[in-house]
């Protein structure tokens, strides 16, 4: 889990860097996730991470993170 999210932070570091010197536009969203694996004991909660950047005349990249996880107990 703490690979994958400073992995994420490096790519996002490293794609808001890249695009300082070039007109362009970026965004950042982040949000809450919740998924349904077959019934209501099955939920898995987490969060939705994206990165937008597009030139002002060619959309270009897009990188998406979406972490889910469900707390098993036996």
Same mark, same amino acid.
């Given at each position: ?8 932070? %490096?790519? @996002?570091?490293?794609? =808001?860097?890249? /695009? ?9 969203? /982040? /949000? !809450?996730?919740q998924?349904? @694996?077959?019934?209501? @004991?099955?939920?898995?909660?987490? =969060?939705?991470?994206? !990165?937008? !950047? ?5 959309? %270009?990249?897009?990188? /998406?993170?979406?972490? %889910?996880?469900?707390?098993?107990? !036996?």
């Amino acid at each position: 889990m703490k690979k994958i999210a400073c992995l994420s932070a %490096l790519a @996002a570091v490293l794609a =808001f860097s890249a /695009g300082s010197a070039v007109a362009a536009t970026s965004t950042v969203t /982040g /949000g !809450y996730a919740q998924s349904d @694996a077959q019934g209501v @004991a099955n939920k898995m909660n987490g =969060f939705n991470l994206k !990165y937008r !950047y597009e030139q002002d005349d060619n959309p %270009l990249g897009v990188i /998406g993170f979406l972490h %889910l996880h469900r707390k098993r107990s !036996y």
